[in-house]
């Protein structure tokens, strides 16, 4: 089973700060198979990014992701008050099965 | 309007057993893959199982593997979970999710859950 480790499991930070949110898998996981969410409290989570770089419908653009192999990296240009929250990277692999990292939070410094 | 709709639900012992369902409308239920993913009080996200577009093929987590069922009736644009042998640690929000079509994998449809709870 893969598993995906994301750090750092909380980012403190003010609005139009950077946000950089890294996930390391423990095998090399297919781009088009990595993706990553947002959930607030009380919601559902929400596609941001699949394939590792593709924005999902309706992601505004200071979404981005990138990587490769073990490391990906999911960073928000500059935060807005609503992109605080928790974010998640998903893999799917080859036994056709998915997992989940653990989350960062993303909180208002 | 796409959307899934969970129910089923509840509280139930230790041991004991539900079956969860998951209504799909909006969208032509049967092109598309289904998981359920769940998240315990405060915890992050935990995939559970999936199932392609027609039944033939699924897959599910160690952790709920040989205790769970998932199935759909196309027919009636539905999805299901059947649980038993329930745990303490099967408690959990229980979201159903729609998986994206093409070579990605990623869930771009969730519903809003429906809580399970199991507790003597």
């Known amino acids: 089973e893969i598993v995906l480790t994301q750090s750092p499991v909380t980012l403190s930070l003010s609005p139009g700060e950077r946000a950089t949110l890294s996930c390391r898998a423990s095998?090399?996981?297919?781009?088009?198979?990595l993706a990553w969410y947002q959930q607030k409290p009380g919601q559902a989570p929400r596609l941001l990014i699949y394939?590792?770089?593709s924005r999902a419908t309706g992601i505004p653009d200071r979404f981005s992701g990138s990587g490769s192999g073990t490391d990906f990296t999911l960073t928000i240009s500059r935060l807005e008050p609503e992109d605080f929250a928790v974010y998640y990277c998903q893999q799917y692999d080859s036994s056709h099965t998915w997992t989940f990292g653990q989350g960062t939070k993303v909180e208002i410094k | 309007e796409v959307q899934l709709v969970e129910s089923g639900g509840g509280v139930v012992r230790p041991g004991g057993s539900l079956r969860l369902s998951c209504a799909a409308s909006g969208f032509t239920f049967d092109d598309y893959g289904m998981s359920w993913v769940r998240q315990a009080p405060g915890k992050g996200l935990e995939w559970v199982s999936g199932i392609n577009w027609n039944g033939g093929s699924t897959g599910y987590a160690d952790s709920v593997k040989g205790r769970s069922t998932i199935s759909r009736d196309n027919a009636k644009n539905s999805l299901y979970l059947q649980m038993n042998s329930l745990r303490a640690e099967d408690t959990a929000l229980y979201h159903c999710?729609?998986?994206?079509?093409?070579?990605?994998?990623?869930?771009?449809?969730w519903g809003q859950g429906t809580m399970v709870t199991v507790s003597s």
């Open positions: 095998q090399s996981v297919s781009s088009n198979y």
């Open positions: 999710a729609r998986v994206t079509v093409g070579a990605v994998a990623a869930f771009d449809i």
């Open positions: 394939a590792a770089s």
